[in-house]
């Protein structure tokens, strides 16, 4: 791997580069596999790795992070599909550290996820938040979104609001959030051990260019957090002019006080001293088990706290819907929502923020699609099937592996004597999607557009 020399260049005299064993760790062709378990299911994903003798150690900075000694098929691992764990690197997931120590995630909080796709740190906020809390997760890119959206969907989230704005939407909620996350789009030389393609794209110049889209991020969304909020920036750079230079700018040209974080020294995570003596925090591969990455933390000492100036522009629907509605799922809590013939059902602790987010942003999802009404009968939809909230009286298949895995294809399926009628097809309990049982074949419902398009597993 020929690094570039203006980088290596570049990170000379940083805390913690050494550059013989940077270069070296970027030519050792030894990767990292981490995943991040979804706290429904953990024991379950474990245990499985375990039975096809993977094991797991934890991440230190990471609650629910583990590194596997090996890499699976995660393609064909129904508990995958489930949304029973996330494969997400393991740096990244130091968000957690940021969140938990700038912010007191036991109390309701309205949090912004800016740069989502494809939605690790969301996913990965939405576990730390509590039920009460709101999470908005937004991505500028149009292509992009329906991926997060599946994820924050396989996740099993009721209190997620996924958008597709630019930053500057966000500044018509003046003071409204408590924590804006900016996992910024970078030069991305923090990748180049898994992508060696980034190293084709890297150059100086797009160095300058992704530290000026940075600053027009940030400056666009800071309007929108509160007085004594809490930002989170991050990138997967090494680079000073994306990482230290913008910890600087922050809280030169902003009223930002920079966070300094608790690090174990175990973690061999380096602090970064900038010039001004502001600290953040660099990720090294060949110190700590992980890939590039910079994190540094603000709260805002001087700003606006929002004023509501809600007004209602969804109705709840609840009373006319819910004996449809309760066949399928328990919504206790829940305001439902009928757009068109679609039902939604959302937190009633967050009602008014929702109508309040619709009122100014471009949603693409919210809370969970229950399904579709026809002639006054619900259709379940996907979301409720990998939500908290079907109703205990649904009935459950338990799949074997292989038809698990024909199930995720959307292949066909031998009906061995099973209940006819509407249940969900699962895997060593944790709910895959929705199937009829009928009694000469089985309707799949899982969505086409997550099925698995192999056909078998690589060797």
């Not at 599946?150 to 996740?155: A, C, E, F, S």
């Not at 309007?223 to 930002?231: I, S, V």
């Not at 919504?331 to 109508?355: C, H, M, R, S, T």
Request: hydrophobic share 40%; with cysteine.
């Amino acid at each position: 791997m020929q690094l570039p020399s203006a980088l290596i260049q570049s990170l000379q005299g940083l805390p913690g580069f050494d550059e013989q064993r940077f270069v070296d760790i970027h030519n050792a062709n030894t990767s990292l596999t981490s995943i991040r378990l979804n706290p429904a299911g953990s024991e379950v994903i474990l245990q499985s790795f375990k039975d096809r003798g993977i094991n797991s150690t934890p991440i230190p900075w990471a609650g629910n992070g583990c590194y596997l000694s090996e890499r699976p098929s995660f393609t064909f691992d129904p508990l995958f599909h489930a949304g029973t764990y996330y494969v997400q690197e393991a740096s990244s997931m130091f968000i957690e550290q940021a969140l938990q120590q700038s912010v007191d995630v036991s109390k309701p909080l309205r949090v912004l996820d800016l740069c989502a796709a494809p939605g690790g740190k969301s996913t990965h906020l939405q576990s730390l938040l509590s039920a009460e809390s709101l999470l908005v997760s937004n991505e500028v890119i149009r292509q992009r979104v329906n991926i997060l959206k599946d994820n924050i969907i396989k996740w099993g989230s009721s209190n997620v609001v996924v958008t597709n704005n630019d930053p500057r939407d966000f500044s018509k909620l003046k003071g409204y959030f408590d924590v804006i996350v900016v996992d910024a789009p970078c030069s991305g030389s923090g990748l180049f051990r898994r992508d060696e393609e980034a190293i084709n794209e890297w150059s100086e110049n797009n160095v300058v260019l992704c530290s000026q889209r940075q600053q027009r991020i940030l400056a666009d969304v800071l309007p929108a957090l509160k007085e004594g909020g809490g930002l989170i920036y991050s990138t997967c750079s090494y680079s000073r002019q994306e990482d230290e230079d913008i910890t600087d700018w922050l809280t030169t040209e902003f009223p930002l006080s920079n966070i300094r974080l608790n690090v174990q020294h175990d973690w061999n995570i380096s602090e970064a001293a900038t010039p001004l003596g502001n600290s953040g925090y660099r990720f090294w591969p060949h110190l700590a088990k992980g890939e590039g990455f910079f994190l540094a933390a603000f709260r805002l000492n001087d700003g606006d706290v929002y004023k509501n100036k809600n007004k209602q522009v969804v109705k709840p629907a609840t009373k006319q819907l819910l004996p449809s509605v309760s066949l399928w799922a328990n919504v206790a809590g829940n305001e439902l929502i009928q757009v068109n013939d679609k039902v939604y059902a959302w937190p009633a602790v967050l009602f008014e923020d929702f109508n309040l987010l619709l009122q100014h942003l471009r949603i693409i999802y919210s809370g969970t699609l229950l399904g579709e009404l026809a002639h006054k009968k619900l259709i379940p939809d996907h979301a409720l099937a990998m939500s908290k909230m079907v109703a205990e009286t649904i009935s459950r298949t338990e799949l074997e592996l292989s038809e698990a895995i024909a199930y995720l294809q959307k292949n066909t399926i031998e009906n061995t004597g099973w209940t006819t009628g509407w249940q969900l097809a699962a895997y060593s309990k944790q709910a895959l999607g929705w199937m009829n049982v009928l009694s000469n074949r089985i309707n799949n419902y899982y969505p086409k557009e997550l099925r698995i398009l192999k056909q078998k597993i690589n060797n």
